[in-house]
Nanobody
């Protein structure tokens, strides 16, 4: 089993920044991909960014150049640095962990999920 705990969400003005953290514990040796997803009211959960155990990254087009996913293996933590935030970034953000790097681009490819953290971008 793998446990994920997100933190770092909150309310920020447009143009501001937030850093989300996802602390990973348990059978982490089985994990080959980590991802950040978001879900706004009435919408499907969508991939925001993913990172493999080898360090390869993927981003949804709408966040490229603004968000950065990274990992600190010593701390078993994955981060999502979010800059130049826009109102349309408002959502609940979830951290996911998957055993297959090949399936990292879709929610169905993740085996474990955190509880989510709310991000609200508003003036």
């Amino acid at each position: 089993q793998v446990q994920l705990v997100e933190s770092g969400g909150g309310l920020v003005q447009p143009g501001g920044s937030l850093r989300l953290s996802c602390a990973v514990s348990g059978s982490i040796f089985s994990i080959n991909a980590m991802g950040w997803f978001r879900q706004a009211p009435g919408k499907q959960r969508e991939l925001v960014a993913a990172i493999t155990s080898g360090g390869s990254t993927n981003y949804v087009d709408s966040v490229k150049g603004r968000f950065t996913i990274s990992r600190d293996n010593a701390k078993n933590t994955v981060y999502l640095q979010m800059n130049s935030l826009k109102p349309e970034d408002t959502a609940v953000y979830y951290c996911g962990a998957g055993t297959s790097a090949f399936r990292r681009l879709g929610a169905s490819g993740y085996d474990y999920w955190g509880q989510g953290t709310q991000v609200a971008v508003s003036s």
